[in-house]
């Protein structure tokens, strides 16, 4: 029905990954603009296919990295392309949720890289400016057993190398026990930028026993409703104004390439580049 009506204009697609690719082509072959939850898919095949019929269609596709709308993510972004603190040589993005999703949607995630670390890899982009050549990743099970039995890990810590020289580390646990931890360092040659995590107030308490300040925000809702808005806000105007959207298909797809490169590295013990994976 959706689909049909003319009236219609664009879709929003926030079903489980597995359906994504499916539904962008039937809104492409019926002429809607189309914003898609990440991943596109965890199979590049149908990404490549999805992406195809977005371009023959001449719709526009914007893929839903929410974390590039966030203020503080973006003024960093800013911030490095302007030169503030010189050339860029490290970047650390620290990303651990408070807690660990049901057993059953890890069966089906397509594992902590291609379900987690995306977002971190997106913003590693993102943030630098360039693209990632090589990755090393590392993990283990340290948060549930039941995530190891179905095949995944729930603790990593990723190294990037870019292209511009830039190194940088991702580090990511399912589970950290005060709260939605979010927060991004990047350092130059001529100073250094911060992003700590967001709290509900900013007010600290010192005493006798020591001092004290708010947890961070516990759930991703919370800490991103900026960022969700933002998002949504760019993508209708894109569509009213016919610009190019902020986060496009092939943003979506590297991404996705990232995460394969991260499981080989992860499942062989050894630095992957992103050219073994695919030919770009």
Not at 208 to 218: D, F, K, S, T
Not at 273 to 278: G, H, T
Request: hydrophobic residues 40%; contains cysteine; proline residues 5%.
């Amino acid at each position: 029905i959706i689909m049909e009506n003319s009236d219609i204009e664009a879709v929003i697609i926030c079903s489980s990954t597995d359906t994504h690719t499916q539904m962008i082509e039937e809104a492409a072959a019926a002429g809607k603009h189309i914003f898609c939850e990440k991943p596109i898919d965890v199979d590049l095949a149908r990404i490549d296919r999805a992406l195809a019929a977005v371009e023959e269609a001449g719709v526009k596709l914007q893929v839903g990295f929410n974390r590039r709308f966030d203020p503080s993510f973006r003024r960093v972004r800013e911030l490095v392309a302007a030169g503030k603190i010189g050339e860029p040589h490290i970047l650390r993005i620290t990303s651990r949720d408070p807690e660990p999703p049901p057993i059953e949607y890890i069966k089906v995630s397509g594992g902590i890289f291609l379900d987690m670390t995306i977002h971190d890899f997106d913003m590693a982009r993102y943030l630098i400016g360039s693209e990632v050549e090589e990755i090393y990743a590392v993990g283990g099970v340290m948060v549930d057993p039941e995530i190891g039995r179905a095949g995944d890990i729930d603790t990593a810590v990723i190294t990037l190398r870019f292209e511009n020289g830039v190194i940088g580390t991702i580090d990511n646990s399912r589970r950290a026990v005060y709260g939605y931890d979010q927060r991004v360092e990047v350092f130059g040659s001529a100073g250094l930028v911060t992003v700590s995590n967001n709290t509900p107030d900013s007010a600290v308490v010192s005493d006798a026993e020591g001092v004290h300040g708010p947890l961070p925000l516990y759930f991703f809702i919370e800490r991103y409703v900026d960022s969700y808005i933002a998002e949504m806000e760019a993508f209708i105007e894109c569509i009213q104004q016919d610009r190019t959207v902020p986060v496009t298909g092939a943003d979506g797809r590297i991404p996705v390439v990232m995460g394969y490169a991260a499981r080989k590295s992860y499942e062989e013990n050894r630095p992957v580049r992103l050219s073994e994976v695919v030919d770009w």
